[in-house]
């Protein structure tokens, strides 16, 4: 498929950007290169490959959740722009 002026300004006008009439034939051919790119991985032989979501295997490794109580206020509120005595001072949203 040859990727023409009008599909570029229509996929530029979907994706809400603004291409200039120099950069529609660079986008263009970008466009071509990667659809000859999915051509050629649509012609290669995949009989008997089990599809996949990870090319590695994937396991969790995230911590457990544990519930603690530290008592580090002071520490925590050093980070706050503003703040009162025990919270953190944030401007009023709502009249």
């Known amino acids: 498929m040859k990727i023409t002026e009008e599909t570029v300004r229509y996929a530029a ?8 009439e120099e950069e529609k034939d660079n986008v263009a051919k970008g ?13 290669l032989d995949t ?12 396991k969790n490794v995230f911590r457990e959740d544990e519930v603690v109580n530290l008592d580090n206020r002071e520490e925590l509120l050093k980070n706050a722009p503003k703040h009162t005595v025990d919270s953190f001072a944030v401007p009023k949203t709502v009249e």
């Not at 466009?31 to 012609?43: F, P």
């Open 13 to 20: 006008a979907l994706a809400k950007l603004n291409v200039s």
């Open 47 to 58: 009989e008997g490959v089990e599809p996949m979501s990870h090319v590695l295997p994937v």
């Open 31 to 43: 466009l071509d290169h990667i659809l000859e790119y999915i051509e050629t991985m649509n012609g």
